[in-house]
């Protein structure tokens, strides 16, 4: 099918998202011819850049990033003649002027109205102030000809998210705004949808009575890595919780679709949100462990401690570590509890999604076999390893009765190689294509920090007493595990890195 002749205009187009992820993202897009056949990228910075050292600096980029690194010489050149640089200041009017007279050019040009996308990559204080220019510039009056793209964050707090939505939907038809969250744009978290629904198997037991308990951990070993003014007013549960780590949630806890239609979905994600538990503020101690790391050593290299960082205060009260437990009230999820953690400089750079179940109600084998015996467990290999594992007992082969866990495991690089597509493909063909199935919801974005915004009020009037409180390469603070272990679990790794740790 011929796609609608698009201009994509990237604010912020001379920026680290655009280099690293949007470009490498759009190259990729074009190999597979996704791309319309009209098809245009406008890029958008403050400074004064000449096309042919903006497509140098951007082709850079996607030698450094791209999973097709291989195929530069072919076909980039071909690819970049879709690319130009503006200068533009985003806040003057003129702006968008005439960036309404290069649109209808390039619709006389080709014939037909395209279908325009403003993708903003800028800091997220002044998303509200070009969203106004765009609307009084009329350049998204037609809803249907017309996207609007906000990267996270979508607001600081519940307050400010909610006057975000108001605003723009004075301006705006909710179906052109695309908030994204790029979690939702990976294989694997999509593949959860999958997994469950297209399977007879797991859906009659994904509730109470065979679930003991969900653990989410999304961990990373990079440190803030220079966003110190961004981290500052944002710390793990605003960058990591309320958002991606929650959607996860939601993609597990959700009930049946009973169709893949956008809101369908997103009705259902919003369900959960609504029925996760919110922390009464003298439960949050008991309920939310934070952690900042302190200065160490990871791999061999000296790293600073938080406080140390560029733009960072030092006796900065930021959480670079969260860990929480929530429940999901509802018939399905009653009393099990849904362990999450986040945090940069941890031990290892995983995201997993782990299903605890519950023991077998009765086994008759003797106890000499059953010394190794474990519950069934899935584990759900998000990133950076993409995999599926379902532990079962199996026979220990031998002249005894004896029992031992095995895994039974699905692979994406084994069964599809490895070049799936980014999250950012997958979501960017979305917009081109409007589909909205993978973005956030003005009442999502809202119910997202509902459940975070207990926590929130708690840590910001209740300083840490103990900052820094975890050493770089540790799996966090030490009340992390105590907030497990307190029900008689405890965080899962995978086992070819830290070894089976029981159950
Ligand atoms: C971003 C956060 O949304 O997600 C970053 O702002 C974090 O702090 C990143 O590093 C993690 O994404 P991924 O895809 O590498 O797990």
Not at 68 to 89: G, L, N, Q
Not at 460 to 470: I, K, M
């Amino acid at each position: 099918m011929e796609r609608q002749p698009t201009i994509l205009y990237i604010f912020g187009g001379s920026g680290d998202l655009t280099q690293r992820k949007l470009i490498p993202a759009l190259y990729n897009l074009f190999l597979d011819g996704y791309l319309p056949g009209k098809f245009s990228v406008v890029g958008v910075g403050r400074n004064d850049m000449s096309d042919t050292a903006y497509k140098a600096h951007l082709r850079k980029g996607v030698q450094k990033f791209s999973r097709r690194k291989d195929e530069m010489k072919k076909e980039w050149s071909r690819f970049s003649s879709h690319i130009d640089y503006e200068r533009h200041d985003l806040l003057n009017d003129k702006s968008y002027k005439s960036m309404a007279a290069a649109i209808k050019a390039q619709g006389e040009k080709w014939g037909e109205e395209p279908t325009v996308i403003f993708y903003l990559s800028v800091a997220p204080q002044l998303a509200p102030a070009i969203a106004k220019k765009l609307h009084a510039a009329k350049l998204c009056a037609n809803p249907k000809r017309s996207r609007i793209v906000f990267e996270k964050p979508f607001g600081h707090d519940l307050k400010s998210a909610t006057e975000l939505n108001i605003l723009l939907g004075r301006m705006f038809r909710e179906e052109q705004i695309y908030r994204i969250d790029h979690y939702l744009g990976k294989e694997t978290v999509q593949n959860i949808l999958a997994l469950r629904f297209a399977n007879a198997l797991f859906e009659p037991i994904w509730n109470s009575n065979y679930i003991d308990h969900v653990q989410i951990t999304a961990a990373e070993t990079v440190s803030i890595e220079g966003r110190g003014s961004y981290y500052e007013g944002s710390g793990a549960l605003r960058d990591m919780v309320q958002n991606h780590v929650l959607q996860m949630l939601c993609m597990i806890a959700m009930e049946a679709p009973i169709s893949f239609d956008a809101d369908e979905i997103r009705n259902k994600k919003l369900d959960v949100l609504h029925a996760i538990r919110k922390w009464r503020p003298e439960d949050v101690h008991q309920e939310a462990v934070r952690g900042q790391y302190s200065a160490g050593w990871m791999e061999g290299k000296a790293v600073k401690g938080y406080r140390q960082e560029t733009n960072v205060a030092p006796d900065s009260k930021v959480e670079t570590f969260a860990a929480a437990r929530f429940y999901v009230d509802n018939w399905r999820w009653k009393d099990v509890p849904f362990y999450v953690r986040t945090g940069k400089c941890l031990n290892e750079k995983t995201t997993l999604i782990t299903i605890q179940f519950k023991p077998a109600p009765d086994y008759a084998f003797p106890d000499e076999a059953t010394h190794t015996w474990r519950s069934n467990r899935l584990m759900l290999s998000i990133a950076p390893k993409m995999d599926i594992r379902l532990r079962f007992q199996a026979k220990q082969p031998g002249p005894h009765m004896s029992l031992q866990p095995v895994d039974m495991v699905f692979n994406y690089s084994s069964a599809y190689g490895d070049n799936d597509p980014e999250a950012y493909e997958t979501l960017l063909e979305d917009v081109i294509e409007g589909n909205p199935t993978l973005f956030m919801r003005a009442d999502q974005v809202e119910a997202a920090w509902k459940v975070i915004a207990p926590i929130m009020e708690v840590w910001q009037t209740r300083p840490p007493v103990d900052f820094p409180n975890y050493t770089p390469g540790s799996w966090g603070p030490e009340d992390a595990e105590a907030l497990i272990a307190k029900d008689g679990h405890h965080w899962v790794t995978l086992p070819e890195n830290r070894g089976e740790q029981g159950g």
